[in-house]
T-cell receptor, first 114, second 115 residues
Framework: NAGVTQTPKFQVLKTGQSMTLQCAQDMNHNSMYWYRQDPGMGLRLIYYSASEGTTDKGEVPNGYNVSRLNKREFSLRLESAAPSQTSVYFC?????????????FGSGTQLSVL | AQSVTQLDSHVSVSEGTPVLLRCNYSSSYSPSLFWYVQHPNKGLQLLLK??????LVKGINGFEAEFKKSETSFHLTKPSAHMSDAAEYFC?????????????FGGGTRVLVKP
């Protein structure tokens, strides 16, 4: 099925552990995004990638790194997880144009850091 | 810089009555605007989008939104609420001239529908 695929769906980490959240889209989109969602704060942008090989910081990049090695995949890495990174993470990709702009979201990753 | 303000963090309506969710935006250029819905423990689903065509946009499930440039608003409405409309709603803005760049989300409005 076409769309955005995120893995894993759930993860529990201990403080200081590292992990990578994977995201892939098969719609040939240039732009991809990582958001975190926290109660009462909506979705906040962590990092985004306007095209293959480029990445830029969003609102809340501290504690994260990203990698856009090819057009399909955009991964998010936590090098040393902290309890403040407990959140739900969403990956998105975007098709844009004057009359045809769409944003597609993955199903989310629920991360708990103990 | 662009920003989005959803004026109500919570809205409570009775089933069968109208729903109004308010959104104001700030954008340097002609914006694209979206409304997304998120049901409990689910991902985000697109309700509707505005991309400089008609100012009144019709979406799924009976929702519609009107783009008012003079008021920098993009309020979401539905004539008659249904129990299944209980969810969180997000207004999103994107500058078309910076289409490869970031999207900005509002803080969300949680809708409660009473029987």
């Amino acid at each position: 099925n076409a769309g955005v695929t995120q893995t894993p769906k759930f993860q529990v980490l201990k403080t200081g552990q590292s992990m990578t959240l994977q995201c892939a889209q098969d719609m040939n989109h240039n732009s991809m995004y990582w958001y975190r969602q926290d109660p009462g704060m909506g979705l906040r942008l962590i990092y985004y990638s306007a095209s293959e090989g480029t990445t830029d910081k969003g609102e809340v990049p501290n504690g994260y790194n990203v990698s856009r090695l090819n057009k399909r995949e955009f991964s998010l890495r936590l090098e040393s997880a902290a309890p403040s990174q407990t959140s739900v993470y969403f990956c998105a990709s975007r098709e844009y144009g004057h009359l045809n702009e769409k944003l597609f979201f993955g199903s989310g990753t629920q991360l708990s850091v103990l | 810089a662009q920003s989005v303000t959803q004026l109500d963090s919570h809205v409570s309506v009775s089933e069968g009555t109208p729903v109004l969710l308010r959104c104001n935006y700030s954008s340097s250029y002609s914006p694209s605007l979206f409304w997304y819905v998120q049901h409990p423990n689910k991902g985000l689903q697109l309700l509707l989008k505005y991309t400089s065509a008609a100012t009144l946009v019709k979406g799924i499930n009976g929702f519609e939104a009107e783009f008012k440039k003079s008021e920098t608003s993009f309020h979401l409405t539905k004539p008659s609420a249904h129990m299944s409309d209980a969810a969180e709603y997000f207004c999103v803005v994107s500058d078309m001239r910076t289409a490869g760049n970031k999207l900005t989300f509002g803080g969300g409005t949680r809708v409660l529908v009473k029987p």
